[in-house]
């Protein structure tokens, strides 16, 4: 479609914006709307890929390239010229002024990541007494040295020599037997933390060990003696807690760990290995993201499996594709995103006014539709006699479709396959069975406490956060705001009554879930801008009062932390600091999207700070029709892992302008 073709389509929808439909926008700004959806739109096609989907890069931080050089030296076969890359991209693009690496562009050095890559940096031969290396090791020692480091660090650096095991937090193999009638088991963990501990549990059953050179140790980074007392685990102050019992607990798995006798080992070990191999059918990998991946490949390795197993093989061809190499430096993605970007593209695309009949959109339908589950996952342990129907995030991932990427998508196939208003029953015979199943799948899900998780259903036990290796701060995975909003969201979709008790119930959750200052949580988006958008999105959409107290507060709140220049940011500081960062960053496209998503959807079209706001965005437009944004505006773990979406920066705004042009037409008939 040329650029003619989509300012045609755009001027003949009924969500175009023109220029008699409110005296009270500006004319210029009018105009302007419509020509950066021009461009947006035509930019965002030519990035479809021909089977019909999106996939841009998924960033993360530089634990995913020294992971991955410390993996290729378990393997005893480091290719010297890939590591060297590794190591150039981290060093180029990652070192902060004190010398350490953060876990976010713009964020502190963080001690892990800091000490991983100090490691790496040695294994490919760099000396410790050159200057990047000398600040680097006193950023470590100033953040506490090794001793600080979280157990998945402490575990790797245990495999090279470079830790005492019983420093490390136990992990036992025996967690695979105990059934989900026991009080903790596998399944009260989160997916992703049970992708990662499982093979972590057979490493740490077998304790390989990996020779490296000695002039490879980092015995510098330790404050204090490298073995005794300095690395027991920090006991809580109080003599009574769970933390306190759970240490106790580590170190009685410990003895067991030294005992000759284990009568459950053997078992043990044959189902956690049964486990992974189940879990690698229809994958892009074990849980289809890196850690896991990595922890994998070790964990076949413990159990004897050669180089060349089909086992391995799988887990290494699905890393190899996360690489992305440029010139002299090589990055490593910790997955992709293909049915999350494509099905909110979708959703943008037809709130522009981009027919359903177009090539691209066909292309997008038929291609969601081929992703849905067919197979029971590990959901289905506390959801037993529910359909699979759920989608997944990456290209393939069977085991593991979550919530948000379903509603997301039956959000985007209704618009595609129905009249606004028609009921989703309605739909051609393949795309409703395909809802059906959908929505059956997404109402089982739903919590007790009346909201909706990612990936299960009443993950919430938290007492098992104060498990010592429950330091990577994602053992659970509870309900969350957003997820829970953009639920009501889909329901507006699929006509489903205000008097429905499971609404009702998700109402109740999200109105006890606001912050005293209005704002709401943002668990998978970064921070309290993404939260707060998609409630307002959702209440609106399910005809809750836009002019309630709640509401009214939540868009003051926006208002009130919009930027000097119009836009919005906030950093990933939020979730460590909310007091000091809430809602504070440099502004970037898609926060800035979010923010005017959540006023336009509570009414506020005509206010300055919207006008402001589009402005930004069409300032910022470049020539070429996208955004750029250097930030993290995703999130991974909150506090651990954050993320940086390629995509963001362009369907949100393209998105937010779609949203506004439509609430105008709607408001003047």
Not at 489 to 510: C, H, N
Request: some cysteine; proline content about 6%.
């Amino acid at each position: 479609m040329n650029s003619n073709s989509i300012e045609n389509t755009l001027s003949s929808s009924e969500y175009a914006v023109t220029r008699d439909l409110s005296s009270e926008i500006d004319d210029g700004l009018i105009q302007a709307i419509n020509k950066s959806k021009s461009l947006a739109i035509e930019w965002l096609l030519s990035k479809q890929e021909p089977e019909g989907y999106w996939s841009t890069e998924l960033e993360g931080d530089t634990i995913l390239e020294s992971e991955y050089i410390l993996l290729m030296w378990f393997l005893g076969n480091p290719d010297k010229i890939k590591t060297g890359k590794l190591c150039n991209y981290m060093m180029h693009h990652w070192l902060n002024e004190d010398g350490g690496f953060p876990m976010y562009p713009g964020g502190p050095s963080e001690v892990s990541a800091s000490v991983k890559a100090y490691f790496a940096f040695k294994l490919q031969g760099y000396k410790s007494e050159e200057p990047f290396m000398i600040r680097l090791k006193e950023c470590i020692l100033s953040h506490g040295g090794v001793t600080n480091c979280n157990t998945f660090c402490k575990l790797y650096l245990s495999i090279f020599g470079q830790y005492d095991w019983d420093g490390v937090p136990t992990i036992p193999p025996e967690i695979a037997l105990a059934t989900n009638k026991l009080y903790i088991n596998l399944y009260e963990m989160s997916s992703w933390s049970r992708a990662i501990l499982v093979p972590l549990a057979i490493i740490n059953a077998f304790r390989p060990h990996r020779s490296v050179p000695p002039e490879c140790n980092i015995d510098e980074l330790f404050v204090g003696p490298r073995h005794g007392k300095n690395l027991k685990l920090k006991q809580d102050s109080r003599l009574f807690s769970w933390r306190n019992f759970f240490l106790m607990a580590d170190a009685l798995l410990k003895l067991h760990d030294r005992s000759p006798w284990k009568p459950l080992r053997k078992n043990a070990l044959k189902v956690s290995e049964k486990w992974l191999l189940e879990r690698q059918r229809a994958s892009g990998g074990l849980g289809a993201i890196f850690p896991a991946m990595t922890h994998a490949v070790m964990a076949y390795k413990c159990l004897g499996y050669p180089d060349d197993h089909p086992a391995v093989q799988h887990e290494l061809r699905e890393l190899a594709k996360f690489e992305i190499e440029e010139g002299d430096e090589i990055r490593v993605q910790p997955c992709v995103s293909p049915v999350w970007d494509t099905a909110i593209s979708l959703n943008a695309l037809l709130d522009c006014g981009v027919p359903k009949s177009h090539p691209a959109i066909v292309k997008i339908v038929d291609w969601l539709l081929s992703k849905q589950t067919t197979t029971k996952g590990d959901w289905s342990v506390q959801v037993p006699d529910v359909e699979p129907g759920g989608w997944y995030f990456e290209m393939e991932n069977e085991f593991y479709p979550d919530v948000d990427d379903t509603i997301m998508v039956l959000m985007g196939l209704y618009k595609a396959c129905c009249e606004p208003g028609e009921s989703w029953r309605k739909a051609p015979e393949r795309v409703r069975n395909a809802m059906e199943k959908g929505l059956n799948w997404v109402f089982a899900m739903q919590n007790k406490d009346g909201g909706w998780a990612s990936f299960d259903k009443d993950n919430n036990k938290m007492v098992l956060q104060y498990i010592p290796f429950a330091d990577h701060n994602a053992m659970l995975d509870p309900s969350t705001s957003d997820i829970t909003a953009r639920t009501l969201e889909m329901m507006s979709f699929y006509g489903v009554p205000k008097t429905d008790p499971r609404l009702q119930r998700a109402l109740a959750f999200i109105y006890r879930e606001q912050e005293p200052d209005g704002a709401w949580f943002g668990r998978w988006g970064v921070n309290y801008l993404y939260g707060t958008w998609q409630v307002l999105r959702g209440l609106a959409r399910i005809g809750e009062d836009m002019g309630s107290q709640p509401v009214r507060k939540a868009v003051e709140w926006l208002k009130s932390v919009q930027n000097e220049d119009g836009g919005w940011g906030e950093s990933c500081l939020s979730y460590e600091d909310p007091v000091n960062y809430k809602a504070k960053g440099p502004s970037t496209a898609s926060q800035t999207s979010w923010a005017l998503m959540g006023m336009i959807n509570a009414g506020d079209l005509s206010s300055p700070a919207v006008k402001k706001g589009m402005k930004f965005l069409i300032d910022t437009q470049r020539e070429n029709g996208t955004w750029d944004e250097k930030w993290f505006t995703g999130t991974g773990f909150p506090k651990v892992f954050y993320l940086r979406y390629h995509l963001y920066c362009h369907y949100f705004p393209l998105w937010a302008m779609a949203q506004y042009s439509r609430a105008l037409s709607e408001k003047n008939g």
